[in-house]
């Protein structure tokens, strides 16, 4: 019955996940969505890195216009009729076609666009109670926030919005929990599709 289980997440996209609590939960299998997702972002990309003209390159440069643009898509937290649980999770592609997001559907996009932009970065979901975040692995600067992750400090993103965080910054909230050692978090471990770069 266990292989039946994990088949029925698997066809689903769900992936077990322990939360802060220590509780086994199911949740959206948040790294197969970007993975899956990294191909049919390439248009909007490629607008994205023409906007941002001789810092296309810069990890940086690039990290703080895709925040910028998710965190000002309105967020909606995809609660049910009854507004007991959540609905649902959108997709990378759905949060762009809908123009509309919670915190995990918008963190996931961001995820897949900056893999597929920079192949070699390290990404990173954080996961704190009833939120969702990103992590780089990126050498901080000034007074970034940091999250320790794997013995080495990742500096954090909040793509929720609507408040305008550019790297480095969070929620108050957010750090509070990470401060707290209150997170999990799922690392974005796919190999990045060939993004062609339109001139």
């Not at 390439?42 to 965190?71: C, E, H, I, M």
């Not at 901080?140 to 909040?158: F, L, P, R, S, Y």
């Amino acid at each position: 019955i266990d292989q039946h289980y994990q088949d029925y997440l698997s066809q689903h996209y769900f992936v077990e996940h322990r939360g802060v609590d220590g509780v086994l939960g199911i949740m959206p299998d948040h790294n197969r969505f970007a993975k899956e997702s990294a191909e049919y972002l390439f248009s909007w990309l490629n607008a994205s890195l023409q906007a941002l003209a001789d810092k296309q390159s810069d990890p940086r440069a690039v990290t703080n216009y895709l925040l910028g643009f998710v965190q000002s898509i309105p967020y909606h937290a995809l609660r049910s009729k009854d507004q007991l649980r959540g609905a649902g999770y959108l997709t990378p592609i759905q949060v762009l076609r809908n123009n509309i997001g919670d915190c995990d559907s918008k963190t996931t996009l961001i995820a897949s666009a900056l893999k597929t932009l920079f192949p070699r970065m390290q990404l990173a979901i954080v996961y704190v109670p009833n939120h969702a975040l990103l992590a780089l692995r990126l050498p901080a600067q000034n007074n970034d926030h940091t999250i320790n992750i794997m013995g080495a400090n990742w500096v954090v993103a909040e793509p929720t919005g609507p408040a305008l965080y550019p790297l480095g910054k969070a929620a108050p909230s957010s750090l509070q929990f990470i401060r707290s050692g209150m997170f999990t978090y799922q690392r974005m471990d796919w190999r990045a599709p060939a993004f062609k770069k339109e001139s």
